[in-house]
C-alpha cells in the first residue's frame, strides 16, 4: 500500500496477489480486479431461546465474485435477497461470518485498524432513500467537508470549502446550495448530494445500493447518467445492487442475480438478458415494465 | 423569531381568561362558599357573616362576581384570600417560586441523568447496564411518587440526614445569605430526587429507543463509512437527531411536574402551588383556587412555548410561523 511497509508486509502481498490469480483466472489484460469476493457467508443469530441451540438466519450464502477496475457489476434480485447485507460487508461495515474480500489483492483480515481507516477513504457508499441518507441537522457544507476533514483532505477549512463547491459543481448542483439543509432539496437533488458526499473522500469504489429506486422515473435516468458520466471521468467500480432490471442494462457490465443469499446465475450484461439460465431469472426479467403493448403483463417474482 | 413569540403570548390572553371562568364555574359546583363554615359556627354572629359576604362580593349573582373578580384581576389585582387575610397574588407567588425551584431543579436533575445514561444504555444494548437500567426505569414509572416521597420521609426521619418535609428550617430567617442558599438546597434535595427520579425513567427510555431508531438510519452508515469514529457518530449524528423528540416531551414534562408535584408537595410538606391548589378546593378559598389554576395554566403554556421554540431552535426543518 505505501513505503513505509515492512518487508514482511510486501512478501506477504506477493503472496496473496499470486494466491488470487491462481485462484481468479485474471481477465485478458492480467490485472488483478479491485475487488475479490471469496466464500462470503453472512449468519445473523435468531431469537436465543434459554434452553434451545441458537438459531442462525443465513443471510448471504457462500458468494463470490469480482469486479474488474473501472467496472460495474450489478447484484440483482428481489429484496431479501441479501444483496444489500453484501454491499455492508464489502464497505467493512458489517462483520463477516465466514470468507473473505480482497480489495486491491488483501484481505480486510490482513489490515491493520489504521489501514482499515484508511481503506475508507477508497470506498463509499450510495443508498435508495436520499431522505434518510442525509443527516437534517447538517447543512451541504457540513456534510461534504465532514469525511475530508476525517481524512485530513485539504488544509484548512477554506480549501475543504472549495472542495465541497467544485463537487456540488460535478454533481451538477449550484455552488449556493452548500448553506442549505437537506429539506430544502428535492428527491433528486439529494440524491445527488448524497454523491457528491461519497465523492468527497475520493473513493476509487462505490456500493450504490438502488441509487434510483426511490426516485421518480425522469430523475431516475438523470442520476444513472450522472453515476455513469462520473465513472468514466474518475475511473470508478462500482457494485450496483437493485431489483430492477430495467435500469441494470443501462449501467452494468456484468451482472450477479442472488436469491436466497446465494448468487444463481453471473454473466455479461448481454448473456443474462439474452439467455437467462435459471427460472429465477427469467422471472426477474419478465418483471421489467415493458412499453410494448404486446408485453404488458408483468409476472410475480415469487 | 420575536414576533412569534409575541404572537403566542397574545394567544395565552383569551385562554387563560377561558381557564379563569372554567375554575369559577368548577368552584361553584359545589353547594355553597366559604362563609359556610362560619354560619355554622354559633359564636359568629350573623352580621358579622354579612359584612364579610359584602366585602367578599360573595352576596352578588355568580355572573357579577365573576365579570367583577376579571375586572379587577386584569388590573392586577386577583382578589383576596379568605384563610390568610392576603391578597391572592402575594400568596400564589411565594408559592410559584417554590414550585418553580422543585420543577427546574428536577428538570436539571432528571436531564442531566437521563440524557448521558440514555446514550450508555442505547450504545451498550443488552448488556449489563442496559438490564439493570431496564429494571429500574419500569420501577421508577411503576412506583406512585407519592409512594416514593413516603419512602424518602421514612428515610430522612431515621436517619436524620435530611430534614422531614418543609422548604426552610425555623431559623431561616436569622442566616445569612449563602446559609440561607445552603438551607434552601438542603431542604430541596430529597422532593428532588423523588421528583427527578421518576423523570429519569421515563426519559432514559425515551432516548435509548430515539437513539436506537436513528442509529439505525442509512445517514449513520454513510458517516460511519467516511471514517468517523463511533463516538463521533454517536454524538455529532445521532444524538443531535435523536434529542428532538425529548424536547416535546419537555413541554409535557412541565405540567406533569406541576400536576404530580401536587402529591409529592402534599407528602413532603413543600410549600408549592400544587399543595396551595389542593387546600384553597378543599378550604372553599374560591380566589385563590382560581388564581392557583391560572398561574398553573399560565406555566404550563409558558413551559410549551419554550419547548416550541427550542424545537425551533435545534431543528433546520421547523420555522417559525
Known amino acids: 500500500m505505501n513505503a513505509t511497509q515492512n518487508s514482511g508486509d510486501v512478501a506477504n502481498d506477493v503472496n496473496n496477489i499470486a494466491a488470487d490469480n491462481a485462484a481468479n483466472n485474471l481477465n485478458a489484460t492480467g490485472e488483478a480486479p479491485l475487488l475479490a469476493v471469496r466464500g462470503l457467508t453472512k449468519k445473523f443469530p435468531l431469537r436465543k431461546k434459554l434452553f434451545a441451540p441458537p438459531l442462525w438466519k443465513t443471510a448471504v450464502d457462500d458468494v463470490s465474485f469480482d469486479i474488474a477496475r473501472g467496472q460495474t457489476l450489478a447484484l440483482v434480485g428481489e429484496s431479501g435477497s441479501g444483496k444489500s447485507t453484501v454491499g455492508l460487508m464489502l464497505l467493512d461495515l458489517l462483520a463477516i461470518t465466514s470468507g473473505e474480500i480482497l480489495y486491491d489483492g488483501r484481505s480486510f483480515a490482513s489490515r491493520s485498524r489504521a489501514e482499515r481507516f484508511a481503506l475508507r477513504r477508497q470506498m463509499q457508499v450510495v443508498f435508495q432513500d436520499p431522505y434518510a441518507s442525509l443527516n437534517a441537522r447538517m447543512t451541504v457544507r457540513e456534510t461534504l467537508t465532514e469525511g475530508m476533514a476525517v481524512h485530513r483532505i485539504g488544509k484548512t477549512a477554506a480549501e475543504r470549502e472549495g472542495r465541497a463547491a467544485q463537487l456540488l459543481g460535478q454533481v451538477g448542483m449550484p455552488a449556493g446550495a452548500l448553506d442549505r439543509y437537506p429539506h430544502e432539496f428535492s428527491g433528486g437533488q439529494r440524491q445527488r448530494i448524497a454523491i457528491a458526499r461519497a465523492l468527497s473522500v475520493g473513493p476509487s469504489f462505490m456500493v450504490l445500493d438502488e441509487p434510483t429506486s426511490a426516485l421518480d422515473v425522469s430523475v431516475q435516468s438523470q442520476i444513472l447518467n450522472l453515476l455513469r458520466r462520473l465513472q468514466r471521468e474518475q475511473g470508478l467500480t462500482y457494485l450496483f445492487i437493485t431489483h430492477n432490471l430495467g435500469v441494470v442494462e443501462y449501467l452494468a457490465d456484468e451482472v450477479a442475480v442472488m436469491e436466497a443469499g446465494r448468487i444463481v446465475e453471473r454473466g455479461t450484461v448481454d448473456e443474462i438478458f439474452d439467455r437467462p439460465q435459471t427460472d429465477y431469472t427469467s422471472k426477474l426479467l419478465r418483471s421489467i415494465p415493458s412499453l410494448d403493448p404486446e408485453h404488458r403483463k408483468l409476472a410475480p417474482v415469487a | ?321
Open chain 2, 1 to 321: 423569531m420575536l414576533r412569534f413569540i409575541l404572537k403566542r403570548l397574545l394567544l395565552m390572553v383569551p385562554l387563560v381568561i377561558g381557564i379563569s371562568l372554567l375554575s369559577f364555574c368548577v368552584m361553584q359546583l359545589a353547594p355553597g362558599d366559604y362563609l359556610d363554615q362560619l354560619r355554622g359556627d354559633p359564636q359568629i354572629r350573623p352580621e358579622t357573616i354579612e359584612r364579610l359576604s359584602q366585602q367578599y362580593g360573595l352576596d352578588k349573582p355568580k355572573a357579577t362576581q365573576y365579570v367583577l373578580w376579571l375586572v379587577n384581576a386584569l388590573q392586577g389585582n386577583f382578589g383576596p384570600s379568605f384563610t390568610y387575610k392576603i391578597g391572592v397574588f402575594e400568596v400564589i407567588m411565594q408559592r410559584v417560586y417554590y414550585t418553580l425551584l422543585l420543577a427546574v431543579c428536577s428538570l436539571i436533575f432528571s436531564w442531566s441523568i437521563a440524557i448521558p445514561m440514555g446514550i450508555y444504555i442505547a450504545t451498550h444494548r443488552n448488556g449489563l447496564a442496559d438490564r439493570l437500567m431496564n429494571f429500574v426505569a419500569f420501577a421508577g414509572i411503576s412506583l406512585p411518587g407519592f409512594f416514593v416521597a413516603l419512602l424518602a420521609m421514612k428515610l430522612a426521619q431515621q436517619t436524620g440526614w435530611f430534614p422531614v418535609g418543609g422548604a426552610s428550617s425555623p431559623n431561616y430567617e436569622q442566616m445569612s445569605w449563602l446559609g440561607k442558599v445552603r438551607d434552601t438546597g438542603w431542604h430541596l434535595l430529597l422532593p428532588v430526587l423523588v421528583l427527578g427520579t421518576r423523570g429519569v425513567s421515563g426519559l432514559m427510555r425515551q432516548m435509548r429507543g430515539n437513539l436506537l431508531d436513528v442509529l439505525s438510519e442509512n445517514f449513520i452508515m454513510a458517516a460511519r463509512a467516511r471514517g468517523l469514529a463511533e463516538r463521533g457518530v454517536v454524538l455529532k449524528h445521532a444524538t443531535r437527531n435523536a434529542i428532538n423528540p425529548l424536547i416535546t416531551i419537555f413541554g409535557y414534562e412541565l405540567s406533569g411536574l406541576l400536576a404530580g408535584a401536587a402529591l409529592v408537595e402534599i407528602v413532603m410538606s413543600w410549600p408549592g402551588l400544587g399543595r396551595l391548589l389542593l387546600e384553597s378546593v378543599t378550604g372553599r378559598d374560591l380566589y385563590v383556587a382560581m388564581g392557583a389554576f391560572v398561574m398553573g395554566a399560565t406555566l404550563l403554556i409558558i413551559g410549551n412555548l419554550i419547548a416550541d421554540v427550542l424545537l425551533a431552535v435545534t431543528d433546520p426543518r421547523i420555522k417559525f410561523s
